[in-house]
Every structure is written in C-alpha cells, then in structure tokens.
C-alpha cells in the first residue's frame, strides 16, 4: 500500500527530474545554438555543456534505477539488468561529478592570480590543462569501473547457483556497502580537488585585496567581482556535491531496514538535488544563460496567463 510519505517523495523526486531536466537541456541548447551561429565555443561553454549533456543522463539513469528497483525487484536483480545499471549509474555519476570539478579548475586557472611557475605554466597553457584533466577523468572512469565490475562480477558468480539474488540478503547487503564505498572513495577526489580550488580562490583573492588596499584603489574592482562570483559557483558547488555524497549512505543502510521503500526514495530525493539544483545555480550565474531563462519564464507565463483566460471563458 502506497503512503503519504512515499506520495511526498515521489512529488518531491518528480520535482527534481522535470527541473534538472529543463535546466540542464536548457544549457545545451543555448551554447550548441550559439556555437552553431558562431562556428565557435569558448571552453567553459564546453565544459558546460558536456556537464549538462552527461547530468540529463544522470538524471533518467537514477530515474530508472530507482523505478526497477522499488516497482521490479526481480528485473533488477536480473543479472544482465544488474550490470548494466550498475555501470550506467557508474558512468553518468562519474563524468557529472568530473566536468563540474574540472569547470572549477578551469575558473581557477582563468580568475586567479599567483606567481608560482606551475601555475603560471597551467594558467597560460589552460586549454591543454583542461584537455589533459579530460583525459585524467578518462583513466580514473576506467579504474572506477573495473572496480565496480569486479566486484559485480564476484558476488553475481557465488550466487549464481542459487539461480535468484535476495535483495534483503545479508550478502547484497555486503555487496552494496562494498559498492557504496568503492564509489565514495572515487567521488571525494573531485570533491577535494573543488575544495581545494575553492580555497586558492580565497587566497588568491585575499592576496588580490591586500595588494588592492595597498595601492589606495579599493576593493569593488573587476578581479574581485570576477573571484567572488567563482567563488559563489565553486561553493554552490560544494554544498550541493556535500548532500549528494551523504546520499550514498542511505543505501547501505536501506538493505538493512524494513522502511527499504522509503530511505529508497529518500536518498534518490538527495542525490538527485545535485545535478537538479546546480545547473539552476550555473544558469542564474551565467549572463547568457540567465537571460534566456528568464525569456522562457516569461513566455511561460504569458501562455499559462492565456490558458487561464480561455478556461473561464
């Protein structure tokens, strides 16, 4: 029987899926239009769109998951249905959680201001870095997944006899504490690479305000608005990546519970406020962005405002 909770949930998951969906499609058709127009992209609307690209992904992969895994157990734990999942879920979260810290990096190295030579180095060569850092997520996607793989593979072959995998089982249990933190451990090196980026960033313009008060010329310049608003990206950033990563718990602790449903739910409800909530955040933080969103608001409006009309005609 369906509760008021699980009809909260669902609302509240529903919610997420229709705005990341529109936020993150929205990214990707106003930088390909612009690219298509001007035969050209810059790199972060690059990196930009490939992060909305592999979040829309994300999204209906969680999406799936979490239909199969509460409305079909049995097709989820379908062997074949169960490595395929697993290395969706695998690679949509990877690369989402990569290109949001590699857009990080890329605001570092274009905003901040240091003498160091590796930086110097990074900073005047940032197109290769960003490259470079592409081909990183690349090695760090294939260990991450043969990780998974093995560890699939594994538990599938010594349950393989009984023909039939239990969910509730202390085994699968295991099996999903084991993924859960073989996921974890991969999902903090971005998330402190970000953390780490995002704390040069307060020197860097700790250091800039410094010099700034020094020289008699204030503090309300250029390069400081331009380090506060990627500070204010980088730190919506980690905020959000802090939710989505205590959202991994929830499972191993779900398997264990008789409430299985629900913290089901739940932890899909804050993993999925992540790639929702944020490509929100990079549109209202992007001037281009921003205003076409506005303009789709808007229009929105107008044809809800004409269809009230009609009604009560």
């Not at 949001?100 to 570092?108: E, K, W």
């Amino acid at each position: 029987m369906i509760t008021v909770s699980q009809i909260i949930l669902g609302f509240i998951v529903s919610t997420e899926i229709v705005f990341g969906n529109f936020g993150n499609g929205l990214i990707v058709l106003v930088n390909c239009a612009g690219w298509v127009k001007k035969r050209k992209i810059s790199s972060a609307d690059k990196i930009l769109t490939a992060l909305a690209i592999s979040r829309i992904f994300h999204l209906w992969v969680m999406l799936t998951y979490l239909y199969i895994s509460i409305f079909d157990v049995d097709l989820f734990l379908d062997k074949t249905c169960l490595i395929i999942s697993c290395n969706a879920w695998t690679v949509s979260n990877h690369f989402s959680l990569w290109f949001a810290t590699n857009l990080s990096i890329f605001y570092f190295l274009k905003i901040a201001t240091f003498s160091n030579p590796i930086f110097l180095y990074l900073k005047w060569r940032v197109k290769k870095t960003i490259s470079f850092l592409f081909l990183m997520v690349l090695l760090f996607w294939c260990f991450n997944t043969a990780l998974i793989n093995i560890q699939l593979n594994i538990w599938i072959n010594e349950h393989e006899k009984n023909m039939t995998y239990s969910l509730m089982g202390s085994d699968f249990a295991q099996f999903a504490s084991l993924t859960v933190w073989i996921i974890a451990i991969f999902t903090s090196i971005p998330f402190t690479v970000s953390l780490i980026t995002f704390l040069l960033l307060i020197f860097s313009l700790w250091k800039h305000h410094k010099k700034m008060t020094l020289n008699g010329k204030g503090h309300r310049d250029v390069s400081s608005k331009a380090h506060i608003k990627a500070m204010q990206t980088v730190i919506s950033f980690l905020l959000l990546y802090a939710v989505f990563f205590l959202s991994y718990f929830i499972p191993v602790w779900r398997f264990h519970s008789q409430k299985r449903i629900i913290l089901s739910i739940l932890s899909q409800v804050l993993a999925l406020f992540y790639p929702s909530g944020h490509s929100i955040l990079l549109i209202l933080g992007n001037k281009k962005l921003k205003q076409t969103f506005l303009s789709v608001v808007w229009e929105l409006r107008y044809w809800l405002k004409g269809r009230k009309v009609s009604f009560h005609r």
